[in-house]
């Protein structure tokens, strides 16, 4: 008999498996049970929960159908409080296991096929909302890009971004928890992707009633839209967690990880899509009669229309052309509501009185973080990213692709941009352990700068050399979003543990913050104030985020030197090695 057998037949004989006294040990400070072999018990049971009938060295273990999902600790272990005294019966031979009348093979394949099809349903709802997000953001965000130089007139398309920024600023703020309380996740994502119909519709008749409108409309439906699709995705981890008893942590990143990496498609399909339809044809609109195209200005010179001269560069494309792609967006987002509509189930598994309950007391917690030192010292670095945006997605394909060789090259320039950006991602996921969040941070500041400095002292025209500094430029901004996007959600998420919700809240409204700013500037300013205001932000900025983690690292050096002293103090640091229960000898390692 096994050294596992003989611990478990003398803990049957002492203890009858008392239940409180099993979970007092389980619970005990030290998370280590001595020369018991409960551990033994729990590894078991928690490998093998999804079934009715157990085998562990001759023991059989019934228990009945779990109805809730299980709760699993921050290691990924699951609760195992609802084993009782029933639930172990005498030493049996191990081919008595197929005797069992809940064990028989017909039993286990109908069981086998019900869990296959669940999870089969499960995840056709991750592609199919993952498709269709795709789908959507690939139209929106190759026009938003086409926003600066196809409504370049008074500035309307930095007007209509600005008000897009806005509207998303302030209607995240109050409206989801409320409208997804009250209509659930699917119809408010429906309503959402409406809204972006609704702008892009909008875009064929352009002028400040209608774009500003629309802008403000697809504004409340995106804040709306972001908050209920990882609402969504989240009530999806659960159901896969209680099919398969993977830890819900688990199951929540693949689905993310399968949802994220058929998302990042939308990068290549809007850019590429402009640049096929646009073909290369650089025409004048014949609506131009106040600009001279000789008189244009390129680069960090590019400024609005002030006192009667032109120095702003505005050669929208043929009006043929922009419907042409204006039709192919709508079609984009057409298809993608009515995937959404479906093929998307509705799946609500929170209970949607307790998320207005709990609106208020998120909403509050969201004021009261701008009080705490620390968000006030990630606060630049928010508005930078949004700020940074504005320039990217507005001055950058107005004042030098465009201006310098033709709206055509946008769409490559962009998915150069897009490509670099989720090759830098993978890479960071990968090795984000060894290299820590200071010194890539470090790395996307450098690159910031010097992307900054190249478009503030470069004048672009029309020579090869420009097409390949545009695709440098836009492949180390790629580089540098993709860095400070990742360490910027590590440290909101270190720093805020028990407030991540109300931190992130707080993250998304400064960038919409920032990039309202940004957008707003274009208006009444030209290029090079803007790049100016950019490097002192990121010197700032970056200045405060060092600060934080400098603060940070103290703390955390502070506790685990109070735990350390604690530890010695009460004998903990020693822990006994049970041959007999090789998973409590990794439990002890580990801790």
């Known amino acids: 008999m096994t050294n596992k057998s003989l611990c478990l037949e003398k803990d049957l004989k002492e203890n009858s498996f008392d239940l409180k006294k099993h979970n007092s040990l389980h619970q005990s400070s030290d998370g280590f049970l001595g020369n018991k072999c409960f551990d033994c018990i729990h590894a078991d049971h928690a490998h093998h929960r999804s079934l009715h009938v157990k085998q562990s060295n001759g023991y059989v273990y019934n228990e009945a159908p779990l ?46 096929k019900s869990i ?49 920024y806005a509207s998303t600023l ?6 989801p928890p409320f409208v997804i309380g009250w209509l659930g996740n699917k119809i408010t994502l429906v309503l959402g992707m409406l809204c972006f119909v609704i702008y892009t519709i909008a875009n064929f008749y352009p002028n400040w009633y209608t774009l500003i409108s629309a802008s403000v409309i697809v504004g409340i439906g995106s804040a709306n839209l972001w908050t209920a699709q990882p609402n969504y995705m989240a009530n999806i981890g659960r159901s896969l967690a209680e099919v398969t008893g993977i830890p819900l942590h688990v199951v929540i990143n693949k689905v993310n990880s399968a949802f994220y990496g058929i998302f990042n498609i939308h990068i290549i399909q809007g850019y590429a ?26 680069g960090a010179n590019d400024c609005q229309q002030t006192d009667g001269n032109v120095t702003s560069y505005c050669n929208p494309p043929s009006e043929k052309l922009t419907y042409i792609l204006l039709g192919t967006y709508a079609v984009f987002c057409i298809v993608a509501v009515a995937i959404v509509i479906f093929f998307v189930e509705d799946r609500e598994i929170s209970d949607t009185r307790a998320v207005k309950l709990q609106a208020h007391k998120k909403l509050t917690e969201t004021f009261r973080l701008w009080t705490n030192y620390r968000m006030i010292l990630l606060i630049p670095i928010s508005l930078y990213m949004g700020f940074k945006t504005a320039i990217f997605q507005g001055d950058f394909p107005k004042s030098y692709i465009s201006c310098a060789v033709g709206i055509d090259m946008m769409g490559y320039i962009f998915i150069c941009n897009g490509s670099v950006s989720s090759v830098v991602q993978f890479v960071l996921s990968r090795n984000g352990k060894r290299l820590g969040r200071v010194k890539p941070m470090i790395v996307s500041f450098f690159l910031y700068l010097t992307c900054a400095v190249v478009l503030l002292k470069w004048e672009p025209d029309e020579s090869t050399l420009t097409i390949i500094v545009l695709f440098i430029v836009s492949a180390l901004w790629g580089a540098a979003t993709s860095i400070t996007k990742l360490e910027i959600t590590n440290i909101f998420a270190m720093v805020f543990q028990k407030k991540k919700e109300a931190a992130f809240a707080n993250f998304a409204m400064w960038r919409s913050c ?13 290029v090079y104030v803007k790049l100016y205001m950019q490097i002192a932000l990121l010197v700032f900025s970056w200045t405060l985020y060092f600060c934080l983690e400098y603060i940070h690292r103290k703390e955390r050096k502070g506790k685990l030197a109070i735990k350390s002293e604690k530890c010695k103090k009460d004998n903990l ?3 006994p090695v049970n041959k007999a229960c090789p998973s409590v000898n990794k439990m002890a390692f580990a801790w």
Not at 69 to 82: I, K, L, N, R, V
Not at 515 to 526: E, N, T
């Open 273 to 298: 899509l402009s640049s096929i339809v646009y073909g290369g044809i650089k025409e004048v609109s014949t609506n131009q009669t106040s600009y001279a195209p000789e008189r244009y200005t390129c």
């Open 170 to 175: 302030v209607s995240g703020l109050f409206l």
């Open 116 to 164: 296959k099809t669940r999870k089969t349903y499960l995840w056709k709802d991750v592609i199919c909302l993952s498709l269709a997000l795709t789908c959507l953001f690939g139209a929106f965000g190759g026009l938003q890009s086409l926003q600066s130089t196809v409504n370049c007139f008074e500035g309307l398309g930095f007007a209509s971004l600005a008000a897009l």
């Open 67 to 112: 109805t809730e999902p299980a709760e699993y600790d921050s290691d990924g272990s699951s609760d195992t409080s609802f084993v009782t005294s029933s639930s172990v019966t005498s030493p049996l031979d191990t081919s008595s296991l197929h005797k069992s009348p809940l064990d028989t093979p017909s039993e286990i394949s109908e069981n086998e």
């Open 514 to 526: 920032g990039s309202c700013i940004g957008f707003l500037f274009s208006l009444y300013s030209c």
């Open 573 to 575: 640091c020693q822990k």
